[in-house]
């Protein structure tokens, strides 16, 4: 009995570090993402699509990453990239108004989950940090009157000196 009590706990914490390891290779990935493709505030979306490996292996590394709320610096950071990455994979569009669903229809596979961009916004964010409104600055929907994006990821460290820039 105690050597598969051993065996789980083993497993157990394995497990636990593949996901610790998956979430901080995330945030180191999208940061090297976010400063090679954006400056002063706008996205290089023609060099994304002329060489999309980065954002894809990005966007594939991100379906496996699992947060939880118990972190919260982390669980904020990881769905704010999460969301910022996913309106930059819709590239190209003109505007997301030109695009049926963009935010409430469309799926993203991220975080373990098949979500739309509103619900990352207001169910996984807004809803569970209802008192946290800077948000609004940080979330962006990939047009010109939104916020400009920065060229680095939010990351648990630094997420609320982030927000508050």
Not at 12 to 31: C, P
Request: net charge neutral; hydrophobic share 45%.
């Amino acid at each position: 009995m105690i050597k598969n009590n051993s065996l789980i706990i083993i497993f157990l914490f394995a497990l636990s570090f593949g996901y610790a390891q998956t979430a901080s290779e995330f945030f180191l990935k999208a940061d090297t993402f976010f400063s090679t493709y954006v400056k002063d505030g706008r996205v290089g979306y023609k060099e994304i699509k002329s060489n999309p490996v980065m954002l894809n292996e990005l966007v594939t590394l991100a379906e496996g990453v699992v947060v939880s709320m118990e972190n919260v610096a982390e669980y904020q950071a990881f769905w704010i990239n999460g969301y910022n990455l996913s309106v930059i994979n819709n590239y190209p569009l003109k505007s997301p108004i030109d695009k049926a669903g963009f935010f409430d229809k469309i799926k993203h596979n991220i975080g373990g989950k098949s979500i739309t961009l509103n619900d990352i916004e207001n169910k996984l964010l807004r809803d569970n940090f209802s008192k946290e409104a800077r948000f609004h600055f940080v979330l962006v929907c990939a047009g010109l009157g939104c916020p400009p994006i920065i060229n680095k990821a939010y990351t648990p460290a630094n997420l609320d000196a982030q927000l508050e820039m």
